[in-house]
């Protein structure tokens, strides 16, 4: 027996006297009438023999001498073609010779194609076929599998597999096989966005493969599963292109059903919203409105839930949110809460001058509101943000501070605060200082300083809620 090696050398050299017939009826003719018939036969059992034993030397030449004597055996079976191309397909997993491998596919495909014409032609009788529309289902069903071969095993050009699919499809119909529906997706696919076919040919053919899908997933017992998993690969093909195919009515179609089954999820309802505005649907088709109203629902509601997460997570965030609906209390106590949650000082210390302003500010809470500023400036070295606030404090409560002199000793306490932003945070130093400036003015009197016994440079207590100690200086 020749080693495999050989065995390719061999056929290769046997190749080039291997012809196969152009002519329909020299490529259908049977065995019944040659005067060679016996030895026809006997070559067809001893291939065939060898084909269950996988000795494919002894199957290639017997079969080689019946196929070349009658290419459609005894006119009841196609087994010369099809076990053809079992030993074409045999050869090309055997060698890398890229011009063998070139030609041994081309075989395989003048294979299948003269199967399909000879039985299209009737010459390769089927039972219990009694119909045209039979042998030309049994027909597609051979060139369906030739595109499969062409898409997944023969790296073919997009036209070719294009050609063979859709002549499958023609043929077989609603019996075509579910393996030619994932090459005939993906080649209608690239034919349009290639501008080879226009958009009526494309939605035709995507009409006539949902139409096989849907008829084998209702009918197909055996094949179920198989139809049902190529009909997602199907869609994702047809899903680059539907968008310039279709109008809204047809996605319309297509989705709203689905929300109609369930109307109350209002993940779907999300969905599909998103999807049908994506394929150019306005928002304000009145056959979206229902789909829209529990879309915006939905919506609202999970913003509800992350709001509510976030500020859990976040007291913070929660804080600004009561401040903005004036809801100054809670916003007080969710940033106590984020300042006892926190570790970092300086957003510990950003929380305290929050809260101290809207303690100063909105609440009146003018004591608690100047203890927390003054531990937001503890805790964030040369700030002078916290200083502003309890200068704009005292400011905005000096009437608060009884007689007159005791309002211009609380003058001086502002300006000190003021002065005091100034002095350590360059940032805020030209507002404070500005601000300071329009209080120098009301500073006190000497001459009732005089009359009272105290002089420049005394410390005075201002007798207010803050009771902040001054040192004693006149305006000019």
């Known amino acids: 027996m020749l080693l495999k090696t050989e065995f390719i050398i061999f056929l290769a050299l046997l190749f080039g006297g291997l012809t196969f017939m152009s002519d329909l009826t020299a490529q259908c003719e049977t065995w019944t009438d040659k005067p060679n018939r016996d030895d026809i036969i006997s070559a067809h059992s001893v291939y065939r023999q060898a084909l269950r034993v996988g000795d494919m030397e002894i199957a290639y030449e017997h079969w080689k001498f019946a196929y070349e004597n009658a290419p459609a055996a005894d006119g009841q079976r196609d087994f010369h073609f099809t076990d053809g191309i079992t030993i074409y397909k045999f050869l090309i997993e055997e060698t890398d010779d890229a011009e063998l491998i070139e030609k041994y596919q081309q075989k395989v495909i003048d294979l299948y194609e003269q199967a399909a014409e000879c039985i299209k032609a009737g010459t390769i009788h089927i039972r219990n076929c009694e119909s045209q529309a039979c042998y030309d289902r049994r027909a597609g069903v051979l060139l369906g599998r030739l595109a499969y071969d062409l898409f997944y095993e023969f790296n073919a050009s997009t036209e070719d597999v294009f050609d063979v699919a859709t002549r499958a499809m023609t043929l077989a119909k609603l019996e075509s096989e579910y393996t030619v529906l994932i090459p005939a997706a993906a080649a209608t696919s690239r034919m349009f966005q290639g501008g080879q076919i226009d958009d009526e040919r494309a939605r035709e053919l995507h009409s006539q493969i949902d139409e096989i899908l849907d008829y084998n997933i209702e009918n197909n017992e055996r094949f179920i599963e198989q139809f049902k998993a190529v009909k997602t690969s199907v869609d994702r093909h047809f899903a680059r292109i539907e968008v310039d195919l279709y109008d809204c009515d047809y996605f ?108 100063g500010r909105q609440l009146n809470q003018y004591s608690t509101a100047r203890r927390n500023a003054l531990r937001a400036a503890e805790l964030r070295d040369n700030w002078g943000a916290p200083y502003m606030l309890i200068g704009d404090l005292y400011a905005q409560t000096l009437s608060n501070c009884g007689s007159d002199w005791n309002q211009r000793l609380a003058v001086l306490a502002v300006i000190d605060k003021y002065r005091t932003a100034a002095r350590i945070d360059p940032e805020v130093a030209e507002d404070a200082n500005r601000r300071a400036a329009g209080y120098y003015s009301s500073k006190p009197d000497q001459d009732e300083a005089f009359m009272r016994g105290l002089s420049a440079g005394d410390r005075v207590t201002v007798e207010c809620w803050f009771n902040e100690t001054v040192t004693l200086r006149f305006r000019n």
């Open 252 to 359: 319309k179609e297509q989705l709203l059903p689905e929300f109609e089954e369930a109307p109350h999820d209002g993940e779907l309802a999300r969905r599909v919203f998103s999807q049908l505005i994506n394929r150019g649907c306005d928002e304000e088709d009145p056959d979206l409105q229902e789909l829209r109203e529990r879309n915006i629902a939905y919506v609202d509601s999970i913003n509800a839930a992350l709001q509510l997460d976030l500020e859990a997570r976040n007291p913070a965030v929660a804080a600004r949110r009561y401040f903005e609906e004036g809801d100054y209390e809670e916003a007080v106590a969710r940033f106590q809460k984020a300042i006892d949650m926190e570790e970092d000082d300086l957003r510990k210390a950003d929380f305290y001058f929050r809260m101290a302003s809207i303690q």
